[in-house]
T-cell receptor, first 111, second 116 residues
Framework: DQQVKQNSPSLSVQEGRISILNCDYT??????FLWYKKYPAEGPTFLIS?????DKNEDGRFTVFLNKSAKHLSLHIVPSQPGDSAVYFC??????????FGAGTRLTVKP | NAGVMQNPRHLVRRRGQEARLRCSPM?????VYWYRQLPEEGLKFMVY????????ESGMPKERFSAEFPKEGPSILRIQQVVRGDSAAYFC??????????????FGEGSWLTVV
């Protein structure tokens, strides 16, 4: 039962360019969405979130876009930096529910 | 360190032994979640606990796995009679409220279990 899907297991971009990570969900009850970043041998760290009442949230180089009708969200990183190389997990939650995670996308930013 | 603390970071067990993973939530957090990450896979929800209560264990395997979060002390994830397929990274997360709109959970560094 994969309610949150990240269909791209990996993404490679050049330093300074835009990185776009995508996420789709199936449960229309989800109303809060998060992105976590994970380095090898470390725990996931919270990056940015968005509520379903918004369609965009920006924090520095990171912007999350939400398209509720398409049940799709994306994370944009501009400009991408080598230190952004990590696995990015998309997560979604609903009222009084646990948080479901996607399988992750491994981002590699090349210098 | 006010973050989520997990120990041990690495644990090696022989098949058939027991594994115990501990998690101390962030200060002020009373909600604990356990996730498992198998090699090359994403984070899979296992169980959600509050102090002395299991709220949701829908992600826990039916046998050999158990979790507790006592009134005093850390949350414990216990795996009995481990098998090779239990080898994974086990992450604990905590929050100050039940997951709902607007709440974020914070993860520990993880415990890597290797079954030989």
């Amino acid at each position: 039962d994969q309610q949150v899907k990240q269909n791209s297991p990996s993404l490679s971009v050049q330093e300074g360019r835009i990185s776009i990570l995508n996420c789709d969900y199936t449960n229309s009850m989800f109303d809060y969405f998060l992105w976590y970043k994970k380095y090898p041998a470390e725990g996931p760290t919270f990056l940015i979130s968005i509520s379903s009442i918004k369609d965009k949230n920006e924090d520095g180089r990171f912007t999350v876009f939400l398209n509720k009708s398409a049940k799709h969200l994306s994370l944009h990183i501009v400009p991408s930096q080598p230190g952004d190389s990590a696995v990015y997990f998309c997560a979604a939650s609903a009222q009084n529910n646990d948080m479901r995670f996607g399988a992750g996308t491994r981002l590699t930013v090349k210098p | 360190n006010a973050g989520v603390m997990q120990n041990p970071r690495h644990l090696v067990r022989r098949r058939g032994q027991e594994a115990r993973l501990r998690c101390s939530p962030m200060k002020g957090h009373s909600h604990v979640y356990w996730y498992r990450q198998l090699p090359e896979e994403g984070l899979k929800f296992m169980v959600y606990l509050q102090k002395e209560n299991i709220i949701d264990e829908s992600g826990m395997p039916k046998e050999r796995f158990s979790a507790e979060f006592p009134k005093e002390g850390p949350s414990i994830l216990r795996i009995q009679q481990v098998v090779r397929g239990d080898s994974a990274a086990y992450f604990c997360a905590s929050s100050d409220q039940r997951i709902s709109s607007g709440n974020t959970i914070y993860f520990g560094e993880g415990s890597w279990l290797t079954v030989v």
